[in-house]
């Protein structure tokens, strides 16, 4: 059975930080990509960042370049993100996602590449 388990979400003051996590289980972890995605209520899904396979290759939201780092750990079967300065239009669900290519796609922001999605960790930053 395929899980992707988000934790890490809380409550936390703009210019704060927060280290999300996501551990994977039931599928070959070390050979796909993973991404996160983030949504604010009454928006769609959008795409926060993505890692290869090994770590060698990521990719990022424009909004979020510079504030927040994707990263994993391939013994532990997880995947992390680190948001920086965070602002209150970070504020959303979360989700981290796997798509079986190995490498970050050019396409990596479609949400129809993804096989395994988790069920999300709300993030909200006050002003």
């Known amino acids: 059975q395929v899980q992707l388990v988000e934790s890490g979400g809380a409550l936390v003051q703009a210019g704060g930080s927060l280290r999300l996590s996501c551990a994977a289980s039931?599928?070959?972890?070390?050979?796909?990509?993973m991404a996160w995605f983030h949504q604010a209520r009454g928006k769609e899904r959008e795409f926060v960042a993505a890692?290869?396979?090994?770590?060698?290759?990521?990719s990022y939201a424009d909004s979020v370049k510079g504030r927040f780092t994707i990263s994993r750990d391939n013994d532990k079967n997880t995947v992390y993100l680190k948001m920086n300065s965070l602002k209150p239009e970070d504020t959303a669900v979360y989700y981290c996602?796997?798509?079986?290519?190995?490498?970050?796609?050019?396409?990596?922001?479609?949400?129809?590449?993804?096989?395994?999605w988790g069920q999300g960790t709300q993030v909200t930053v006050s002003s």
């Open positions: 996602a796997a798509d079986r290519f190995p490498y970050v796609r050019s396409s990596a922001a479609a949400t129809n590449n993804y096989e395994y």
């Open positions: 039931g599928f070959t972890f070390g050979s796909y990509t």
């Open positions: 890692i290869s396979w090994s770590g060698t290759q990521t």
